[in-house]
């Protein structure tokens, strides 16, 4: 196929691109009033501080890509992350495109498509480890590589106006424990074909050296564990199939029965086993057998490693949990890493555990842990694999993705760009380019409902989570427009020292609410905007001079 | 002065014994139905985050002492750190004691006391450093310390029961470049004497080594300065004079002038000059003069290190800053930590600069900053110096108080404790023990009032922050009890994907709540509180499955 006349090749990042998570890049071929288009990948992040009350997923705003949803030919997923699939449940409804996924990923999908209801409306394609199809101009290549879970997928895109190389999110562990090394072959030949672009994980651009790899995870989490006496918890991320193979492992080498505690280890060894994965290994023991072994012959591998309040290993600390009790003497280990932001509920949970006696073991005290993504050397090294003429580094925040390019632009690429989501540049013909800027942003699921991140309903929820709310109500006559009953007043969220004290101060701001009515013009009280909000502006200063605080004040008029 | 034959000498932790901050600490002494207190140090907390939305300010709960005002004899400052002093406008007119500090300190609570109104009240006594007084039982004695402030002082409290050795704040710095070494003799005269209880710093018990020296961050910033281009600005805990000391001489190395940005910076400059610190060194450039230099003339030292939304630092990243403008070619030098809880503020940060072309070096590229606390070698050192009889360690979460008891063990403290707030612990006569628990918490400074920690109001806000409210309103007729007007059904904080379908939300919550009020028993419809709750409870059902969350429900009937 040879490229029109008018056809272009961009680039559109959505989600990833000024944020770890949630990320969501599509590629567009075509004239510029008619591009195809293929999404590859559709992740989450999470929320739920003081920015985003009640908010626990955040998904990208595909509002553009719905707007192109005719010419989506597909949507492409490198590896089943939540960051990189979590979205599709949340979003499909509004793209309606096909999907394609390697068999691991396929198996986590379907049961996130059944949780939402989707599974018999999505198309979803299970294509093996290194396949190759097509979709329209687009030509896509799964790509082998290593990362924190099975089946991690680079993307080779090729179009009639060159060829992308997407990394997807990868390391180079020369000992992967699950699945093959990087096909360094597959990425020569890439190179030798040439690439046009390379689009590139940037997450531990600021990090030296290399991320190390599941191998030596596996030599020092059983050094680890052959210390420790009483029973033993070991806490990590639950798709790191390999690393949850390791403590099953370590714990054969102890003498210990593995009891899986925490909704994810099920989920993910199920699809696991599903796909081959976690096969000839000891059958794990339930939660309820293992409570009756002896301490010294049961180890649990649990969800929980951020210190997440519903989490297994939350509850252990707690002394909430049904099955599993540790205390003096028990040992937990922390295979994984603190996440920036759950500093506070992790160190939570470390005091807890140290309060009944239990010994904590993190990565800062032994090598139980390692990155899943590249650090310098390794970018380095995949620059010299592929050697694009364009490095686009994305999976970052900002300062990530710029200090990318420099390193790229040091490393002698002959053209590098910094996107941010809603850029879209152009790969090709010319100079990569950034030719438009489209609307990107967060939906927030809020309870059953996607929201806009700027709606009114969250700055009303963070106002009153921070100063409360007043609330008016008056009972006003059709009529003559004078009141007949209250104001009647309540607070949500203020308090004064005393019941008195808080009584004293309804009654003067009741006080306040009617002398500000009666203060109104006849006309002006006659109409239950104006009138209202004539009380609002009394009410809420009066307020605020008895708080210290500028509650929201809701004035309801009854007229009767 | 003999022991009376009832006689006890007890610890009282009220804040620092479980987390970071807040100190409080008191030591009695007395027969138990009679005994006189002494308060050490009376520090803040700050919040602000999901779990306590609104109140940037805690402070101890010092309900206990309350209870003891009249026996209140002093209460002594060992710094001026917030976590120190912060507390003592909002506390001292709970207790009303005097209170004695050291000149620098002094001079900071004098500013915490005007702002609030308390400067003619509060008698507060200059005392010079090393200087030795008494209250009642109790003989004070400041001994000179190491520590990230000017004036630190561990107290020797010398009592007819025994002497406890207060250390406060420390750490061993060689060369604090403010102020004398730490005083070695002194400790070591202390141990001669006998020293029946260590109560001691334990915030770096998990750092091994040494926490370094002011002198050697001088030497480094300097090296650092000499490579840098364009306009600077060193962001640093202001706190901490000798670091603006060294920022200042650097400046001055590299030809520089130096330009305060923020409230802090000027607050501590002055308070240091007012005792002599600071002295003999160039002229501060104002904020207009600085911007008028060329770039490479100028370094701005900035309040912000936290990455504090109001601080100079966010609003110069954020191009909001009316005279310091920062861009490509620029640095700016964090001579700092991250405070955990504040990585995600300090990551937007840089963000935001990198976005400016502002090169970003933080104490991970450079030895740019020390801790002020000790790490192990030297908690090692002071237990040789101290050899008390009883290790009491507090100023840490709970994870550090118990390593700090361990440690103390292998150091061979014949007894060590684990003081938890409200633990009241008996030091003599006979081994230490806890012999009650008397109420610890925490108040939350909330605009103008002090609330407490559970209060209905803060989970109020915390419940509508993640939930949303539903305000419902009925007029109903006094007589007949039927609804007149209403129900007028409002929201805040739940929205739907559009007004139109929220206006069906509301108009079906308001016949939910009809319904509900008709369904009531005559007698229910004729009681408020009855016929409020049924309808609540209606709505809220119905709401929940409108919006997949639990919304608070106010519903109000007026009667008409």
Not at 13 to 30: D, F, R, T
Not at 125 to 130: A, G
């Amino acid at each position: 196929m040879k490229p029109g006349a008018q056809d272009e090749l961009v680039f559109l990042p959505l989600g990833g691109s000024g944020e770890i998570g949630m990320n969501l890049n599509a590629y567009g071929y075509g004239p510029p009033d008619d591009r195809k288009w293929i999404i590859v990948d559709i992740g989450v992040t999470f929320g739920g501080d003081q920015d985003t009350p009640g908010v626990d997923v955040i998904v990208p705003d595909p509002g553009y890509l719905e707007g192109e949803k005719d010419n989506i030919l597909g949507i492409i997923l490198t590896h089943a992350h939540e960051d990189h699939i979590g979205a599709l449940g949340w979003l499909w409804p509004r793209l309606k495109a096909p999907v394609w996924a390697t068999p691991f990923t396929a198996a986590l999908v379907r049961e996130k498509l059944r949780e939402r209801g989707l599974l018999e409306r999505v198309k979803l394609t299970e294509t093996p480890l290194k396949s190759r199809f097509s979709l329209g101009p687009f030509d896509i290549e799964y790509v082998t590589l290593t990362h924190s879970i099975p089946e991690p997928n680079g993307l080779a895109i090729r179009t009639p106006l060159g060829l992308i190389w997407h990394t997807g999110d990868w390391k180079i562990d020369p000992d992967p424990l699950i699945g093959e090394t990087t096909d360094v072959a597959a990425l020569e030949g890439l190179r030798d074909e040439g690439i046009l672009a390379m689009v590139c994980d940037s997450t531990n651009v600021f990090v030296e050296g290399v991320s190390g790899s599941e191998g030596d995870v596996r030599e020092h989490l059983i050094g680890v564990l052959k210390q420790c006496r009483g029973k033993v918890a070991v806490t990590a991320f639950a798709s790191n199939v390999a690393r949850l193979e390791t403590t099953i492992r370590a714990a054969q080498a102890c003498g210990r029965v593995v009891c899986l505690v925490g909704r994810s280890m099920h989920k993910v060894t199920n699809a696991a086993k599903s796909v081959g994965l976690l096969a000839g290994l000891p059958e794990f023991a339930s939660e309820d057998d293992a409570g009756h072994l002896p301490p010294e012959h049961v180890l649990y591998l649990c969800t929980g490693s951020q210190g997440e309040e519903r989490a297994a290993l939350a509850r252990i600390a707690s002394g909430d949990h049904r099955h599993v009790a540790l205390s003096e003497g028990d040992t937990v280990i922390f295979s994984s890493r603190v996440i920036p932001g759950n500093e506070t509920a992790i160190y939570a949970l470390y005091n807890r555990l140290a309060e009944r006696g239990v010994e904590v073991i993190t990565d800062k005290d032994a090598d139980v842990h390692v990155s899943g993504h590249p650090c310098r050397d390794e970018l380095k090294q995949m620059y010299q694999w592929a050697r694009p003429r364009i490095a686009v580094p994305v999976h970052g925040e900002r300062r990530h993705i710029l200090e990318h390019v420099k390193l790229a632009q040091e490393l002698q690429t002959p053209e590098a760009v910094a996107p941010k989501n809603g850029d879209m540049i152009r790969l090709a013909p010319g100079k990569a380019l950034v030719i438009d800027e489209v609307p990107a942003g967060r939906l927030y699921v809020d309870g059953v409902t996607l929201i806009e991140a700027d709606t009114d309903a969250l700055r009303e929820r963070k106002r009153i989570a921070t100063e409360g709310v007043v609330t008016v109500v008056m009972a006003v006559s059709e009529r003559k427009h004078t009141i007949v009953t209250g104001p009647d007043v309540r607070v949500r969220g203020l308090t004064m020292q005393d019941e008195e004290e808080l009584d004293l101060a309804l009654e003067e701001l009741a006080d306040v609410a009617e002398a500000a009515f009666n203060r109104l013009k006849h006309d002006d009280r006659a109409n239950d905007d104006t009138a209202e909000a004539g009380v609002q502006r009394a009410v809420r200063k009066a307020a605020e001079k008895m708080w210290g605080k500028r509650p929201f004040v809701e004035v309801v008029l009854m007229r009767v």
